[in-house]
């Protein structure tokens, strides 16, 4: 399963680049909005850190529309896609939004169809041929749903006829999130940093590597007659 960081923060982004582990970053006007930054700049400093950390090649970062109508997400979209290859234009899941996909598609550009909430929705943006379908788990959890429901459901109906649209888990909360979205055989999960940082460590790892360390000191003081310094 891919990883992606859903964050717009370029010193998330740093650190989890740094890594190797990550395959993409998306945003979205909320997380560019909490940065206060130039989106265009942002979206730019985003691809040269994935470059410059060597993630592979194929790694993309979503960049949203901020219009409603489809002639207008294609204007904004085709922008987006000049900036660089890696740059995927992503669309709202609404009438407008799914005509614009076609449109992406017909042109060989990359988009991520985005705030799906129902299996019929993922369905409507497989057959207008997106590259992504951004189905939001947490949002679902939040309203007393199960949102990891919806993408078994999705992945089953993508199945059915063979679609090639990615399933990307977005709105995740925690780890348990992650596990289930690779469970359910999900192509892509985007998370916070703080998650992506929750996912390496345990407390028994930490654990044992204290004792590890204190057997390994012990030993070398038994076969020297050293005791170490510090
Ligand atoms: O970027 C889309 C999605 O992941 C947002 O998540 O936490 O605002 O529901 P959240």
Redesign the pocket.
Known sequence: MYIYI?TGNIDEIKKAAATGLINGV???P??IAKEGKDFPTVIKSIVKILKDAGIRDDFTVSAEVNSTTAPEMIKEGLGYAKWDKHVIVKLPMTTEGLVAAQEFARRGIRTNV?LCFSPNQALLAAKANAFII?P?V??IDDTGGDGMALIKEIKQIYANYGYKTKVLV????SPSHVREAALAGADIA?I?YKVFEQLIGHPLTDKGLAQFAKDYADYKTKITGVKPTK
Do not use: I, K, Q
């Not at 977005?170 to 909360?173: D, F, K, L, N």
């Open positions: 859903d998306t945003t979205n909320t997380l985005t951004s939001f947490g949002r977005a709105s995740v909360r985007t916070p």
